[in-house]
Each structure stands twice: as structure tokens, then as C-alpha cells.
Nanobody, 126 residues
Framework: QVQLVESGGGLVQAGGSLRLSCVAS????????MGWFRQAPGKERETVAA????????YYGDSAKGRFTISRDNAKNTVYLQMNSLKPEDTAVYYC???????????????????WGQGTQVTVSS
């Protein structure tokens, strides 16, 4: 059974940092694109960042550019999201996701991802 488990969320003041982790089990995703998404109350789930299987290609949504960094450790079947200079508008549930297929381009958009974690809450206070 495939599982993606996120951790690292919490409450932080504006300007602070958090590092999210997502550990995959049940199969290896070392050949697949993985991504981080977020959903705030009343809003659609949006792509925060995505990373190719090798880590050599990344995508960042506009809200993440310059502040967030996605990385992965294939030996640990883990993907990370380092979030710096957090703002109250970053408050959301953050989800990790992975594509079933191997290789391919780094894609933004929930419809391209097949496996999802349960999410971790990030709350940024002003």
C-alpha cells in the first residue's frame, strides 16, 4: 500500500521558517516527479513546487518563488519543502504528491499526480 506521510507543519510567526518532509512507503518514487501543494480554506488546491526524479528540474508557483526550496533524497524516498520568510497568506494545509509514471516533465497541476498524503497544517501568525 502506497503511503505519503507529511510532517513538519505547525504554527510560526511571520518571517519565520519551516521545513516540511514527506516520506513515501509502499513503493519507490525515485524515478517519479513529486510535488508540494497547498489548500487554504475556501480556495482551490494549488501547486507550490515540484521536482523531477533526479532533482535537476524544479517548478515553483508564484507564491513560492524566492522563498521556498524543494529538494529530495531518493535514498530515503523523501521530498522536502524548505519555507522561509513565511507570510500569513501561506497559511494552508500542505500536501505531498507523487506521479505514478516514471520520468517525464515537472508538471504543475493536481490532475497530474496520482498519490497524495493526508496533509500537514501550516499556520503563519502576523
Amino acid at each position: 500500500q502506497v503511503q505519503l506521510v507529511e510532517s513538519g507543519g505547525g504554527l510560526v510567526q511571520a518571517g519565520g521558517s519551516l521545513r516540511l518532509s514527506c516520506v513515501a512507503s509502499g513503493r519507490t518514487f525515485s524515478s517519479s516527479t513529486m510535488g508540494w501543494f497547498r489548500q487554504a480554506p475556501g480556495k482551490e488546491r494549488e501547486t507550490v513546487a515540484a521536482i523531477s526524479w533526479s532533482g535537476g528540474d524544479t517548478y515553483y508557483g508564484d507564491s513560492a518563488k524566492g522563498r521556498f526550496t524543494i529538494s529530495r533524497d531518493n535514498a530515503k524516498n523523501t521530498v522536502y519543502l524548505q519555507m522561509n520568510s513565511l507570510k500569513p497568506e501561506d497559511t494552508a494545509v500542505y500536501y505531498c504528491a507523487a506521479r505514478r509514471v516514471a520520468g517525464g516533465a515537472v508538471l504543475a497541476g493536481t490532475r497530474f499526480y496520482d498519490y497524495w498524503g493526508q496533509g500537514t497544517q501550516v499556520t503563519v501568525s502576523s
